[in-house]
Nanobody, 126 residues
């Protein structure tokens, strides 16, 4: 059984930084395409960033490009999202998602992912 778990959320002032982590168990981590998604109250879940199984193929939403960086450490079975220059509009529940995929690309649609964590809340407020 695949288990996905996020950590690292919290409350931060505008302009601050946070790093989210996501660990996966139950399947080889390096066979997984991974993605970060977020959902604000009353809005649809949207992609933040995704990465291929090797980490060489990544995609990032325009709204966070230049501020957020996705990375992964396959030896530690962990995915990261470094978030800098946070804005109030970044406030949302952030979800980690995974799908088995041996390709060198990642998916920016939530419908492509099979495994999801419970989410971690990020609040940006002064």
């Amino acid at each position: 059984q695949v288990h996905v778990m996020e950590s690292g959320g919290g409350t931060v002032q505008p302009g601050g930084s946070l790093t989210l982590s996501c660990t996966v168990s139950g399947t080889p981590f390096d066979s997984l395409t991974m993605g970060w998604f977020r959902q604000a109250p009353g809005k649809e879940r949207e992609v933040v960033s995704c990465t291929s199984r090797s980490g060489t193929g990544t995609r990032t939403a325009d709204s966070v490009a230049g501020r957020f960086t996705i990375s992964r450490d396959n030896a530690k079975n962990t995915l990261y999202l470094q978030m800098n220059s946070l804005k109030p509009e970044d406030t949302a529940m952030y979800y980690c998602a995974a799908v088995k995929n041996l390709g060198s690309f990642c998916y920016d649609s939530r419908h492509e992912y099979d495994y999801w964590g419970q989410g971690t809340q990020v609040t940006v407020s002064s």
